[in-house]
Structures are given as structure tokens and as C-alpha cells.
């Protein structure tokens, strides 16, 4: 069965610190994957999403880059944290056009 | 344009039904999904339906599809303290890999 990992779980940074947030998966091959935030008590934004090796679509302009180095990671990135980047950071994966399933997300506060 | 529409607030009684409504933007989406999320987790997917249906049942939940007026609706019944959370409908956006997801309605059921 296929699993999706996330870490850390949970983040605090100062403003203008660098971050590094890994998301892994298992049991599935060149599958899509998706960088989500979502603000306190808001919906998703789609970030970033890949759908192969060294592929990135970016959709939001800012400070925030996002890199797929293997089949099965993405990771997302930042040289210098900003206040607005705190946030609750979801990685999912799909199936091209079929279901697509969140891992468990990684709380971010930047201060 | 992009948005879909949810409302922000339901609130039930244990034991009664739940309807959860949602406004999707692309008529041509092959897939519509319904997925939950509990405080500070990922989401989860609950059900989906393929645009060539009207209506899908399991367990507890019915999802009705309204292509003309591009409306998904999700039904709980039987709703239980369990179910309080955020509910997301999401479509994938026709001829590419997006998703798009709604502003999230939040159920609280009341004991």
C-alpha cells in the first residue's frame, strides 16, 4: 500500500532563517506530487506540483522554491523565511487525473 | 475563474442528517471528491464521484452531482460527534494536473 511522509511535523523560525521541508512516498511509481498551505482557518493553495523528476510547475509567485531531486521526493524550500509563510504545509500525491491523497502536513510558524 | 464555493458553517444535532454544498468552476472534470480534515491533520479522502454519475452511495454518505448547475452536494447521515471537522469538495481542473479545492465547510455537531 502506498504511504506519504512529511517532516518535521512542526517548525518554529525566525524571520529571514532558511527552511527545508521533506515530503517522501511509498509504494507507487512516478507519481505527481503537490505542495499545499493553508493559512488558519482557510483552503488550500496549490504551491507547486511536479510530475516527474527535476520537474516543477510553479503556481503562487514568492519566496518559496520547491525541488524533486528523486521519483519520490519533493522538497520545498526558502532562503529567507517571511512572517506570511507560516502556515500548515500539505504534500499530496496522485495518479495522473485520479485520486489524489494528502500526507499529514507540516505546521510552520515563522517569528 | 477558479473558485469554488463552499459555505464556511454547518451545525447539526448528533443523530441528524448533514448536507454539504458545493459549487464547482469546470464542467468538463472527470472527478469531484469529497475529503475530510480533523484538527491539525492532513486530509482525508471520504468518496468521489466520476462526472458520468448522478448519484453515489456509501455507508453514511450520498453524493449527489448536478453537472447543469455545477453543483456537488454530500450527505452524512445518521451524523455523529466523529464527523466534526472541515469538509473539502475538490475538482481537477480538465487538460491538467490541478486540483482545485473549496474554501472548506465546517461541521459541528452538537451532542
Known amino acids: 500500500s502506498q504511504t506519504i511522509h512529511q517532516w518535521p511535523a512542526t517548525l518554529v523560525q525566525p524571520v529571514g532563517s532558511p527552511l527545508s521541508l521533506e515530503c517522501t512516498v511509498e509504494?507507487?511509481?512516478?507519481?505527481?506530487l503537490y505542495w499545499y498551505r493553508q493559512a488558519a482557518g482557510r483552503g488550500l493553495q496549490l504551491l507547486f506540483y511536479?510530475?516527474?523528476?527535476?520537474?516543477i510547475s510553479s503556481e503562487v509567485p514568492q519566496n518559496l522554491s520547491a525541488s524533486r531531486p528523486q521519483d519520490r521526493q519533493f522538497i520545498l524550500s526558502s532562503k529567507k523565511l517571511l512572517l506570511s509563510d507560516s502556515g500548515f504545509y500539505l504534500c499530496a500525491w496522485s495518479v495522473p487525473i485520479e485520486t489524489q491523497y494528502f500526507g499529514p502536513g507540516t505546521r510552520l510558524l515563522v517569528l | 475563474g477558479e473558485d469554488v464555493e463552499q459555505s464556511l458553517f454547518l451545525s447539526v444535532r448528533e443523530g441528524d442528517s448533514s448536507v454539504i454544498n458545493c459549487t464547482y468552476t469546470d464542467s468538463s472534470s472527470t472527478y469531484l471528491y469529497w475529503y475530510k480534515q480533523e484538527p491539525g491533520a492532513g486530509l482525508q479522502l471520504l468518496t468521489y464521484i466520476f462526472s458520468n454519475m448522478d448519484m453515489k452511495q456509501d455507508q453514511r454518505l450520498t453524493v449527489l452531482l448536478n453537472k447543469k448547475d455545477k453543483h456537488l452536494s454530500l450527505r452524512i447521515a445518521d451524523t455523529q460527534t466523529g464527523d466534526s471537522a472541515i469538509y473539502f469538495c475538490a475538482e481537477i481542473l480538465s487538460g491538467t494536473y490541478k486540483y482545485i479545492f473549496g474554501t472548506g465547510t465546517r461541521l459541528k455537531v452538537l451532542a
Open positions: 509504494g507507487t511509481s512516478n507519481p505527481n
Open positions: 511536479s510530475v516527474g523528476i527535476g520537474q
